[in-house]
């Protein structure tokens, strides 16, 4: 079996759960490291905190066998590596797929793509140049039960769907990160670019793209330099439906993060919420679907899982996304933020 070696970029809340999710993969091995804290170049992960999952980052992590680099750019040129697996602060994304996919580097990049319509345009041209496999952490798209409704949506099993709510609601990450970024604006683009984007992707994933988004945001509730804190959107398909997505990070720490759906359709409504996963038809009893765990319990474990696999075979990761529609998410969430200024719906 091909081991596929990856070099991490970032070893905050994201890069730990990577690195979790590769230590229980036979066919992935963490090779490289980078990062520009000294700490994290040692292993030591003990100021890392995220909102969901997270485990026991008390004992710092084994680098035996890692080679460590406090540049990321020194990084991708090591031949060693298959896949560059991009974990920093979402300011860093764009110049480093770039250059990694430059370089012959298959591309792993967190969620959000990046920050800016302009960079957008330049990973965009970077990867459609590049012969080399690139997908987004848009790890919603690949987490179980949002998977499962989503094949069950697409089957026609439940029919036209006539309303759908998306939400996802965390406690407040104030000082969470590395250097509080997230609570810069400026650099995380709020709650709307970095959490609310998930939901945005889910509304495009399952219902493609809208003819436009209205959306209303609170800014700097916790955030500084106009970070919306809170979102709520709508968006628009031109045949009655109503679809809405809303996302905030400024909820008291200790809040119970909540990510749920629901979904309602002419034949069944599809529903996630605190109590479970469950389809409930118009005709017949709820159904509480087994979902696909078997690459892990979350969506970090299957799409990186899957990516994994791809290289491994040579084949071409298209199962959870593609550029064009990566690009059609991200082009959404720009609108909403361009609706929330001129407070008028925005055309995609
Ligand atoms: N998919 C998800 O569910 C999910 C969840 C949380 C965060 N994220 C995304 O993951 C990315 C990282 O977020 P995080 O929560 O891990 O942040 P974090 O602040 O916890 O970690 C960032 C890490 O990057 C390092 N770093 C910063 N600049 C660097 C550089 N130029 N080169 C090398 N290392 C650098 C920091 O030292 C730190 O270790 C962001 O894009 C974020 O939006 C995704």
């Known amino acids: 079996m091909k081991?596929?070696?990856?070099?991490?970029?970032?070893?905050?809340?994201?890069?730990?759960?990577?690195?979790?999710?590769?230590?229980g993969m036979?066919?992935?091995?963490?090779?490289?490291?980078?990062?520009?804290?000294?700490?994290?170049?040692?292993?030591?992960?003990?100021?890392?905190?995220?909102?969901?999952?997270?485990?026991?980052n008390s004992k710092p992590l084994d680098l035996t066998g890692v080679t460590?680099?406090?540049?990321?750019?020194?990084?991708?040129?090591?031949?060693?590596?298959?896949?560059?697996d991009i974990c920093v602060p979402t300011p860093e994304h764009c110049d480093l797929v770039c250059a990694a996919l430059a370089v012959g580097k298959h591309v792993f990049c967190e969620k959000p793509l990046c920050g800016t319509p302009a960079e957008l345009k330049k990973i965009v041209a970077a990867v459609r140049k590049s012969k080399k496999f690139?997908?987004?952490?848009?790890?919603?798209?690949?987490?179980p039960e949002y998977r499962h409704a989503y094949e069950y949506f697409k089957s026609g099993k439940a029919g036209k769907m006539r309303s759908a709510t998306f939400k996802r609601i965390s406690p407040s990450v104030d000082g969470n990160a590395w250097k509080n970024w997230f609570m810069d604006g400026a650099q995380s683009g709020g709650a709307l670019l970095d959490l609310h984007v998930h939901d945005v992707d889910e509304v495009n994933y399952f219902f493609g793209k809208p003819k436009s988004v209205t959306a209303f945001g609170a800014a700097d509730i916790v955030s500084k330099n106009g970070g919306v804190d809170h979102v709520v959107a709508t968006y628009d398909y031109g045949d009655g439906s109503l679809v809405m997505a809303e996302g905030g990070w400024a909820a008291a720490k200790g809040t119970p993060?909540?990510?749920?759906?629901?979904?309602?359709?002419?034949?069944?409504?599809?529903?996630?919420?605190?109590s479970g996963y469950h389809i409930y038809p118009v005709k017949g009893k709820p159904i509480t679907p087994k979902v696909d765990v078997k690459?892990?319990?979350?969506?970090?474990?299957?799409?990186?899982?899957?990516?994994?696999?791809?290289?491994?075979?040579?084949?071409?990761?298209?199962?959870?996304?593609?550029?064009?529609?990566?690009?059609?998410?991200?082009?959404?969430v720009f609108a909403e933020m361009k609706s929330i200024k001129t407070r008028k719906a925005v055309a995609i």
């Open 3 to 23: 081991q596929v070696k990856i070099g991490l970029v970032g070893l905050g809340f994201m890069g730990s759960t990577h690195w979790g999710v590769y230590q």
């Open 26 to 56: 036979k066919n992935a091995k963490v090779v490289a490291l980078a990062d520009v804290d000294a700490k994290k170049r040692k292993g030591d992960i003990s100021a890392v905190v995220g909102n969901i999952g997270g485990g026991d």
């Open 68 to 84: 460590v680099y406090d540049d990321a750019f020194d990084m991708i040129t090591d031949p060693d590596i298959d896949v560059v």
């Open 134 to 143: 690139f997908n987004v952490g848009l790890c919603v798209r690949a987490w």
């Open 257 to 274: 993060f909540e990510m749920s759906f629901t979904i309602v359709c002419e034949k069944a409504t599809l529903k996630l919420d605190a």
């Open 295 to 332: 690459a892990g319990p979350t969506g970090w474990h299957q799409e990186l899982a899957y990516f994994v696999n791809c290289v491994a075979k040579g084949v071409q990761p298209d199962k959870y996304q593609t550029i064009d529609s990566v690009e059609d998410s991200m082009k959404m």
